[in-house]
Antibody, heavy 121, light 111 residues
Framework: EVQLLESGGGLVQPGGSLRLSCAASGFTFSSYAMSWVRQAPGKGLEWVSGINSYGDRTYYADSVKGRFTISRDDSKNTLYLQMNSLRDEDTALYYC??????????????WGQGTLVTVSS | QSALTQPASVSGSPGQSITISCTGTSSDVGGYDYVSWYQQYPGKAPKLMIYDVSNRPSGVSNRFSASKSGNTASLTISGLQAEDEADYYCCSYTTSSTLVVFGGGTKLTVL
């Protein structure tokens, strides 16, 4: 079964750091681009960051550029999101998402269940 | 990068058809045929319903159709059913400083 399982969320103070992980299973992880998409409580979806299948191209939303870093470890079938200098507005459910087999950046074919990040003092 | 513009809510009766619009710019919706649509139930992860403007992934009902004209994409749901009540998001590739942009979302209510 194709599956994505996020972890690493929690409560952090403003200015703090957190690293999210997304463990993939049931497919060849190294063949797919991956993204993080977040959803603030009661709000819409916001694409956060993406990484290509080779791991040498990364992309970020303006709202997180310079603060977040996406990476992948194909040997562990795991996607990461290092989040630094966290702000209140980063509070959200963070989803890990896999691209579709036909390979469009905006076609998220597989989603995890999400991990909740709360930034609050 | 501003989000794509969607109506906050739409509604329809069972059996009717509804259309949700998604307006962007020539840098995203209007510039490429890379528009997708997602359905999301409360407390659940989104599900891909449409890709490349008008294509349905395997398993998605043919009651869902979509198109694009200029900078505006549209999702149409025909033969509305109670189970269609959900939030719907459009999404596009963009040549702006980011890579992907979502719409603000539309809440569909089946009356």
């Amino acid at each position: 079964e194709v599956q994505l399982l996020e972890s690493g969320g929690g409560l952090v103070q403003p200015g703090g750091s957190l690293r999210l992980s997304c463990a993939a299973s049931g497919f060849t992880f190294s063949s797919y681009a991956m993204s993080w998409v977040r959803q603030a409580p009661g709000k819409g979806l916001e694409w956060v960051s993406g990484i290509n299948s080779y791991g040498d191209r990364t992309y970020y939303a303006d709202s997180v550029k310079g603060r977040f870093t996406i990476s992948r470890d194909d040997s562990k079938n795991t996607l990461y999101l290092q989040m630094n200098s966290l702000r209140d507005e980063d509070t959200a459910l963070y989803y890990c998402a896999r691209e579709a087999p036909w390979g469009r950046w905006n076609d998220f074919y597989v989603w995890g269940q999400g991990t909740l990040v709360t930034v609050s003092s | 990068q501003s989000a794509l513009t969607q109506p906050a809510s739409v509604s329809g009766s069972p059996g009717q058809s509804i259309t949700i619009s998604c307006t962007g710019t020539s840098s995203d919706v209007g510039g490429y045929d890379y528009v997708s649509w997602y359905q999301q139930y409360p407390g659940k992860a989104p599900k891909l319903m449409i890709y490349d403007v008008s294509n349905r992934p395997s398993g998605v009902s043919n009651r869902f159709s979509a198109s694009k004209s200029g900078n505006t994409a549209s999702l149409t749901i025909s033969g509305l059913q109670a189970e269609d009540e959900a939030d719907y998001y459009c999404c596009s590739y963009t040549t702006s400083s980011t890579l992907v942009v979502f719409g603000g979302g539309t809440k569909l209510t089946v009356l």
